[in-house]
Nanobody
Framework: EVRLVESGGGLVQPGGSLRLSCAAS????????MSWVRQAPGKGLEWVSG????????TYVDSVKGRFTISRDNAKNTLYLQMTSLIPEDTGVYFC?????????WGQGTQVTVSS
């Protein structure tokens, strides 16, 4: 059974940092590209960042370039999102997802709130 569990969210002041984690199980983690997607209050899903299975190729939405860093530890089956210089517009629920044959798997999400 594929399982994705996010953690690391919380309340942070503007300019602060957080590191999100996504623990994966039930599939060959190193063989799967992974993504972070967020949903701001009252808005739709927004893709944030992606990484290939080996970790050498990363992509970001323009609004987070230079502030967020996606990475993975394939030995620990864990995906990360290091977020710095956070702004209120980064507030939302952050999900990791794993595209697998036939469907995309999602975690339950972790709340990030950027507010003073």
């Amino acid at each position: 059974e594929v399982r994705l569990v996010e953690s690391g969210g919380g309340l942070v002041q503007p300019g602060g940092s957080l590191r999100l984690s996504c623990a994966a199980s039930g599939f060959t983690f190193s063989g799967s590209a992974m993504s972070w997607v967020r949903q701001a209050p009252g808005k739709g899903l927004e893709w944030v960042s992606g990484i290939n299975g080996g970790g050498g190729i990363t992509t970001y939405v323009d609004s987070v370039k230079g502030r967020f860093t996606i990475s993975r530890d394939n030995a620990k089956n864990t995906l990360y999102l290091q977020m710095t210089s956070l702004i209120p517009e980064d507030t939302g629920v952050y999900f990791c997802n794993a595209p697998r044959p036939g469907r995309v798997y999602w975690g339950q999400g972790t709340q990030v709130t950027v507010s003073s």
